[in-house]
């Protein structure tokens, strides 16, 4: 950074960076503004489909449980520690264009409605279709969006449970070809459509899972039965087994013995439902989404929803290629403007992406960035016979796989810098070992 800015190696030292990151979140709102204006130059991005989702990020610090961080469902699987939750808004192409900090603890239900209003605020009122999985909106939120002026589009995930009650409706509905490999029937009801998907590729998916686990279940209270437990050993283990199960230890029927009675294959039986293993058999590799997108089609419905994988994958680039978990900051502002440093890094990358589809196609930012990485930066000294120092900072020379990708993508390295002498100091031994900062 410091060759960049034409600044010594003190510019950057971490005590510097961290004062910059208090400044940085009064820009937030301004960046997300100025991006989407150059994502439409540059690429003619289109913003009327919003994808919306949350994921939680974990800290490693103490003490727990202060200002935003609290503990709650832990995406990462990391429910030991304290977090927050992060909802995010991107666009069907991966250009995000805002993003909230919550409270650990928030339900996904209850942030909606908030980001309604912000989006609205931050970039007025327009047609925009929000799509979100199962469990975001409310009943209550998606009767505003419909009843409001003017009305928002919605796309969204429905429990199975729904489609009990409108399985009579699918009955009499023809199965229309979306694409290859996916059919869907659609039901209008009470100004919605209700969309049944069924996904060839799902059903092996889920078929396969169901068996694997159904099998490893059977074995399981097979070997319970003939052990020698006690009452209370047999619940524990049978919990085990439950939570290793999952939703399939419901497609069985377990028998208990009472209280005074000892745990034998009479008292300890078993048995498959066969009326919700059947249910479960029906309905493997079938989705219901819900909108009030009356009017379009099935197959357009079908691949918006599908999209919700983009935002799956900003989620991963986030934790992943750009370092956002675990977080080690103690102050709020530091906390929020470390993943704020961390959005940033994501909108470079989302940038970089789709200049390559262009440039350079089936080449992702990854494979660019480690390749590029080969390419250092060195300071070579050398001592004159006057006692100074000749500075020579130096990028090493590039191959020839770096200078065709250079080409691909219409970039030039810049010229050497230019060399300095400097007056040589001894080495001070304070200044050359690393200080390692905390938030003050």
Request: a positive charge; proline letters at 5%.
């Amino acid at each position: 950074m410091g060759d960049l800015l034409g600044e010594d190696f003190s510019l950057v030292q971490i005590d510097k960076l961290y004062r910059c990151m208090d400044k940085l979140l009064g820009h937030k709102e301004d960046l997300f503004f100025f991006l989407r204006q150059r994502w439409v130059d540059m690429f003619d991005a289109g913003f009327d489909v919003l994808l919306y989702d949350l994921t939680s990020t974990y800290f490693v610090c103490e003490p727990p449980e202060i200002g935003k961080r609290k503990f709650g469902y832990s995406r990462d699987k990391r429910s030991d520690c304290v977090q927050v939750v992060i909802a995010l808004i991107v666009t069907p192409d991966g250009f995000p264009i805002a993003y909230e900090v919550m409270a650990g603890n928030t339900s996904d239900k209850t942030t909606l409605s908030g980001f309604l209003r912000k989006i609205e605020t931050q970039y007025g009122k327009a047609n925009r279709t929000w799509v979100m999985d199962r469990g975001i909106p409310t009943e209550e939120t998606l009767a505003e969006m419909k009843n409001s002026t003017p009305p928002v589009s919605y796309l969204v995930g429905t429990p199975r449970g729904r489609l009990s009650a409108l399985e009579e409706g699918f009955l009499d509905q023809p199965w229309e070809q979306a694409r290859e490999s996916v059919e869907v029937k659609l039901l209008r009801q009470e100004g919605e459509l209700y969309v049944l998907a069924r996904s060839k590729g799902r059903v092996e998916k889920e078929r396969a899972m169901r068996r694997r686990r159904m099998k490893k279940l059977w074995r399981r209270l097979h070997e319970l039965q003939t052990q020698e437990l006690t009452r209370d050993a047999l619940l524990l283990k049978l919990g085990a087994a439950k939570k290793e199960a999952g939703n399939f230890y419901r497609l069985v029927e377990v028998s208990l013995p009472k209280k005074e009675e000892p745990v034998t294959s009479a008292t300890f039986t078993f048995s498959l439902r066969k009326d919700k293993f059947r249910e479960t058999i029906r309905r493997e590799g079938h989705y219901l989404l819900r909108s009030n997108l009356c009017s379009e089609k099935p197959a357009t419905l079908w691949q918006q929803y599908i999209r919700l994988t983009e935002i799956e994958q900003a989620f991963r680039n986030l934790k992943d290629d750009l370092s956002l978990r675990p977080i080690f900051h103690q102050l709020e502002t530091r906390i929020e403007a470390h993943i704020f440093i961390a959005f940033m890094a994501y909108c470079l990358q989302v940038t970089l992406k789709h200049r390559l589809r262009s440039l350079a196609p089936g080449l992702s930012p990854r494979e660019v960035l480690d390749k590029f990485a080969g390419i250092q930066m060195v300071d070579v000294h050398l001592p004159t016979t006057d006692s100074r120092l000749l500075v020579l900072s130096r990028y090493t020379q590039p191959e020839k796989d770096h200078l065709i990708l250079l080409a691909r993508l219409n970039l030039d390295l810049p010229a050497q810098p230019t060399p300095k002498i400097l007056v040589a100091q001894p080495p001070n031994q304070e200044t050359m070992t690393p200080v390692c900062s905390a938030d003050l």
